[in-house]
C-alpha cells in the first residue's frame, strides 16, 4: 500500500506568517489528494481536493498544490482561528490513506 | 443541506458489540458512498473502509477486517457500523463521511468507550 508522510509534525508561527505543509506519497498518485483540517475537538472539516479545488466557504488564504508524490497545503496569511491539526488523504485508489497530521498552533 | 446524523456515545464491556448508525440527509443516498473513519484518543485520522450505497458492497482497509462489519438500510438512508468481540483498543471516536472518494460531509462522531 501506499505510504503518506507529512512534515513538519508540528509547527508553531506568528498570526500573519506564511505557513506551508507538506504531504508526501510513497508511490504517485497524480492529483488525487485531499487536505482536511481538524480543530481541537471538533470534526474534521475538508479544505481542498484534487488538491488545489479549495471547497466553498474555505478562506482564500489556504491552498493546495502539487501532484505525484508531493503535495503542499500553504496558508497564506496564518489567523488564531487556523489552530489545528491538518491532514492529507490519497484517494487514487483503495485504501484511501490520511497522512499523519501536521499541528498547527500559534 | 447535506447532514449525517450519528447515533451517540457507547459503553460497552470488553467481549460486546455495538452498532452505530449514520443518517443522510439533503441529498439522494444512493448516489454517494459512506467513508467510516476511526480517530483514537490523541491519534490521527485512520480510514477504516467505504459502503457503496448503490450496490450494499462493502470495501474494509487493512486492520478492519473480521470484527467490523459496514452495511446499510437505503429505506432509510442510513449507514451502519457494527463491531464485534470489543476490545480496549476499539475505544475511540468513529466518523461517518460522505465519500466522494475524499469526505466532503461529516458527521458529528460517536464516541466508543470500552471499559468492565
Known amino acids: 500500500d501506499i505510504q503518506m508522510t507529512q512534515f513538519p509534525s508540528s509547527l508553531s508561527a506568528s498570526v500573519g506568517d506564511k505557513v506551508t505543509i507538506t504531504c508526501r506519497a510513497s508511490?504517485?498518485?497524480?492529483?488525487?489528494l485531499a487536505w482536511y483540517q481538524q480543530k481541537p475537538g471538533k470534526v474534521p472539516k475538508l479544505l481542498t481536493s484534487?488538491?488545489?479545488i479549495l471547497q466553498p466557504g474555505v478562506p482564500s488564504r489556504f491552498s493546495g498544490s502539487g501532484s505525484g508524490t508531493e503535495f503542499t497545503l500553504t496558508i497564506s496569511s496564518l489567523q488564531p482561528e487556523d489552530v489545528a491539526t491538518y491532514y492529507c488523504?490519497?484517494?487514487?485508489?483503495?485504501?484511501?490513506?490520511f497522512g499523519p497530521g501536521t499541528k498547527v498552533d500559534i | 443541506q447535506v447532514q449525517l446524523v450519528q447515533s451517540g456515545s457507547e459503553l460497552k464491556k470488553p467481549g460486546a458489540s455495538v452498532k452505530i448508525s449514520c443518517k443522510a440527509s439533503g441529498y439522494i443516498f444512493t448516489t454517494y458512498a459512506i467513508n467510516w473513519v476511526r480517530q483514537a484518543p490523541g491519534q490521527g485520522l485512520e480510514w477504516m473502509g467505504w459502503i457503496n450505497t448503490n450496490t450494499g458492497s462493502p470495501t474494509y482497509a487493512q486492520g478492519f477486517t473480521g470484527r467490523f462489519v459496514f452495511s446499510l438500510d437505503t429505506s432509510v438512508n442510513t449507514a451502519y457500523l457494527q463491531i464485534s468481540s470489543l476490545e480496549s483498543e476499539d475505544a475511540a471516536i468513529y466518523y461517518c463521511a460522505r465519500a466522494h472518494f475524499f469526505s466532503d460531509y461529516w458527521g458529528q462522531g460517536t464516541q466508543v468507550s470500552v471499559s468492565s
Open positions: 508511490q504517485g498518485i497524480s492529483y488525487f
Open positions: 484534487a488538491p488545489s
Open positions: 488523504q490519497k484517494y487514487n485508489s483503495a485504501p484511501f490513506t
